[in-house]
């Protein structure tokens, strides 16, 4: 494996791509994610009574957020499998594990490729371009942690000053930022194709059913997996309309 890797213009990714150091430091992200879960639930156990919550909405909430979590991570694991034969285990288990956006990032190693006169996965793509995206990647998405590291004292003062003058308006703040956000992300998605709008219209009618129900008849288990049960519905229109294109095509 020396020789390889110090060959540099080897095609062979994998023996740097499989490299026990990458897995070393990859493991060591995901000890480092569930040492912090841990020290938040262990935080907000012991402060919720201070607050006011009682130890059953804490467990409510904590299976919640667990239920709500599995429809995105399949987008997280289709993303993972996409990436893995360029990038190779460790380092999709690195980019999936810390802050940042997978678009981004590739964007970013696949820029990187260009400069060396390739491009992902295609001829030349060798030990030294692997090495490069690779580093491009990592900056990139070390850049969004640094930003929310700098930035999140800075907007804590910003909401503390404004809930202090408006305490309405920090109210609303939050969850109009996230009804933003994510329409912006939805209506993105409306006009690529037809399979897209009709994903996101069966998921919109299937979310705002499962909670009515769950509002009208007093069922709070189908409040906790109302987004899963949405996310899993339209990957199943979009995965039947696909492959009924892919037959009349």
Do not use: C
Request: aromatic share 8%; net charge positive.
């Amino acid at each position: 494996m020396a020789t390889v890797v110090a060959a540099g213009s080897s095609t062979d990714i994998w023996a740097v791509a499989n490299h026990p150091v990458l897995w070393i430091f990859a493991l060591g992200v995901f000890a480092v994610i569930f040492v912090q879960s841990f020290i938040y639930i262990k935080a907000a156990r012991k402060a919720g009574p201070d607050v006011g919550v009682q130890r059953e909405d804490l467990t409510r909430a904590f299976r919640s957020g667990a239920v709500a979590s599995i429809g995105p991570s399949l987008a997280v694991v289709i993303v993972a499998i996409a990436l893995l034969a360029l990038f190779g285990t460790p380092a999709v288990l690195v980019r999936i594990g810390l802050i940042g956006s997978a678009a981004t990032e590739t964007a970013s190693a696949q820029i990187a490729a260009t400069t060396m006169g390739t491009t992902l996965g295609g001829e030349g793509y060798n030990q030294q371009v692997f090495a490069v995206a690779f580093a491009a990647m990592s900056i990139s998405g070390g850049a969004w942690m640094l930003a929310t590291v700098i930035l999140t004292p800075l907007l804590k003062r910003g909401g503390a000053k404004l809930s202090v003058v408006n305490p309405l308006m920090m109210a609303l703040i939050p969850g109009a930022a996230l009804l933003g956000a994510f329409s912006v992300l939805t209506i993105s998605e409306v006009p690529k194709s037809w399979i897209h709008a009709v994903t996101v219209v069966v998921s919109a009618l299937v979310m705002a059913g499962l909670l009515v129900v769950a509002r009208r008849y007093h069922v709070h288990w189908l409040k906790e997996w109302a987004l899963g049960i949405s996310i899993l519905a339209a990957l199943a229109v979009a995965f039947v309309a696909h492959s009924s294109t892919l037959a009349a095509a």
